[in-house]
């Protein structure tokens, strides 16, 4: 059995206002709708370079970050910060027995 440390997530982590975008397909356009959700309090920060250096090749590039919450967040997900970054979820660790997930994001593009 593992122990829950959710309890010191209170302590060293700060709110992100994060927002799920939704993709669908309408009259054969792609449509985004952002769904709002409650801010809650994550840990975030970009991935260490011996981390990126073991992704693919082609992934190499892209701007990696880690997120630690206790927010559970669908593979795939899209969510938008209040800056209006773009964060894709590559990869989720499920530590909910210690009472958080850990996040592989990659930044999108801005098409701004």
């Known amino acids: 059995m593992m122990p829950n440390v959710s309890s010191v997530f209170s302590n060293w982590t700060s709110p992100v206002q994060l927002r799920v ?12 709708d952002v769904m709002q959700i409650a801010p809650f309090e994550a840990v975030m920060q970009p ?3 011996q981390s990126v250096d073991r992704k693919p090749e082609g992934m190499r590039q892209w701007r990696w970050w880690e997120a630690w919450t206790q927010q559970e967040l669908a593979p795939d997900a899209v969510v938008q910060d209040q800056d209006g970054l773009q964060f894709r979820v590559q990869a989720k660790t499920n530590w909910a027995q210690s009472g958080f997930f850990h996040y592989e994001m990659t930044e999108q593009p801005n098409d701004a």
Do not use: S, T
């Open 47 to 49: 991935m260490k370079a």
């Open 21 to 32: 975008v939704v993709k669908r397909a309408d009259d054969f356009q792609l449509r985004e």
